[in-house]
Structures are given as C-alpha cells and as structure tokens.
C-alpha cells in the first residue's frame, strides 16, 4: 500500500538510498536535510523526490517542517530518523560542544522527529518507525564516545516505543549499519579506509542500498509482527 514516508537526512548518502528505495515500492517520499541546498536540489532533480530544510535538532523546527510534510503529501506513516553527524575525538580532547553538538542530532534528533508523528499514528492505528543507528553502538568505537552513547540509545527508543505502540500497531525498530561506502567513509585516507576494510570479513565496504533494503523491509505493512528489533548490516564485522 503507498504510505507517506518521511526520511530525515534523506537527500544524501544512505538516507538518499533509503527516500529512493521508498519511493520504489510505491510510497510518496519526502527527504529533509540540514544545510546543503546544492545537493538537496540535485536530488530532486535527479529523484523527484520533495526535500524539505530543518534542523532535527530544534524541536520547533522539527515539528513545523513535519507539520508542512502532512499538509502538502498527507499523514506521515512511515518514518526513517537517519540524519546522523559525528564529531569524533579521543574522550580525554572530547570538548562539551563535540558532546552536544552529536547528542542533540543523532539522539535528541530522534525524539524531535518521531515525537509530533506518534500521536497521529496512535489515532490512525499504524505506522512503521525506522531508526539508523551503527555498529559502533553496539561495539562502542575509539573516539566516540559521544556518536556510540547515541546509537545505542537509538536502541533503547525503539525498543521501548516497540512496547508502547504495538497495541496500536506502530512497529519501532533499528537498522545498525557497518561501514558504508558514503561520503563520509569515502573522505577518510585510503591508508585508513583499507584498515577498515581489512575488519571486514566481507572484505568490502557496504552499499548504501544494501541499508535500504532493510529499512524497505521494517516499513512495509507486512512486518507488522517485527517490533522493537534490531538488523545487523555490517558484512559480519560485529554480532551481538
Ligand atoms: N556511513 C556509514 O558508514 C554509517 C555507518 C553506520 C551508521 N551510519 C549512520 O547512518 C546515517 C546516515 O549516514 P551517512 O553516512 O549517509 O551521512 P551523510 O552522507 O553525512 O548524510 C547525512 C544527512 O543527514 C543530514 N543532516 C545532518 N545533520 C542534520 C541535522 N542537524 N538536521 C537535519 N539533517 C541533518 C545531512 O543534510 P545536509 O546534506 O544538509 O548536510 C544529510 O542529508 C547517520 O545516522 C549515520 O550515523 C552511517
């Protein structure tokens, strides 16, 4: 069934695999992102896929950017908080800002965009929620302290949202990506990017449409039986 879909950070890297893969199985998607109006452009250009400019980080913004979403392409059914930023540095240079700066994001980001959609899809009686936390939020990771205390409490929303929207048949589950071939993977030096690789019993970085992929399974209408879990995607990096 096509379902109004809204993908934050979606304009780039694995959040424009995911708005794509959305829009593939029929939903009407719309991407927001936080500041980089040339690649938002192009991706509309190229997708035809709406994008929409707030901070998750502000509550306000988040809930009157969601508000203007519902009114142009209908109610929001399914949700993917995928915008994420890192600000890495070993715990002891770690500045307060690195701290905040990360966890108003990629944690505060998550209650900000999920919290003005809930009682919308209490009342209707579904929807599919959707966060991309890391391997590094399980694992934790060298230098982020910050990013891993995120991407774990990634976990704990969704699996306590599992519990308070399965009455109403609203699924809550987390996608933890390993290292995936973005942007952001591809800047580091090759000398670093081959260490990575070398931990990857694959033997490769991960596809941003292999993330996708995952997160077009939890949102369909027939995963409604799969609530509060977690998906492992990291080419067999890390189990729990
Ligand atoms: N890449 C990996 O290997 C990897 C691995 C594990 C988990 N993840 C997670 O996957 C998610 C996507 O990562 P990525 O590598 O695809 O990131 P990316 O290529 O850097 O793209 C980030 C997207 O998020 C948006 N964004 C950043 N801060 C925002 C804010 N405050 N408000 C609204 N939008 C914001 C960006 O908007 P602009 O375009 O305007 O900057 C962009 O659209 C993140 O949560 C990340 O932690 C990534």
Request: charged fraction near 20%; aromatic fraction near 8%; charge should be negative.
């Amino acid at each position: 069934m096509a379902r109004t879909a809204l993908v934050t950070g979606g304009s780039r890297g694995i959040g424009a695999a995911i708005s794509k893969a959305l829009k593939a199985e029929g939903h009407n998607v719309a991407a927001t992102y936080a500041g980089n109006d040339e690649a938002a452009a192009k991706f509309t250009e190229e997708t035809g896929i709406k994008t929409y400019k707030w901070n998750v980080a502000s509550y306000d913004e988040s809930k009157a950017g969601i508000a203007k979403v519902e009114e142009e392409l209908g109610p929001i059914e399914i949700v993917v908080a995928n915008a994420g930023i890192t600000r890495d540095a070993p715990f002891h240079k770690m500045t307060p800002e690195q701290w905040h700066d990360v966890i108003d994001t990629n944690l505060t980001g998550v209650f900000n965009t999920i919290h003005p959609i809930w009682p919308g899809m209490r009342e209707r009686g579904f929807g599919r929620i959707v966060v991309i936390s890391s391997i590094n939020g399980q694992k934790g990771q060298f230098a982020q302290v910050n990013y891993a205390a995120t991407k774990a409490g990634d976990l704990g929303i969704v699996k306590s949202l599992a519990q308070e929207g399965a009455a109403k048949g609203i699924t809550a589950n987390a996608v933890c990506p390993g290292y995936i071939a973005t942007e952001m993977v591809m800047a580091v030096p090759e000398k670093v990017r081959e260490a990575i690789i070398g931990m990857i019993p694959a033997g490769r970085l991960g596809e941003p449409e292999e993330i996708a992929r995952c997160v077009t399974f939890l949102a369909s209408d027939e995963s409604g039986f799969i609530n509060g879990s977690t998906i492992s995607a990291n080419g067999g990096q890390f189990f729990v």
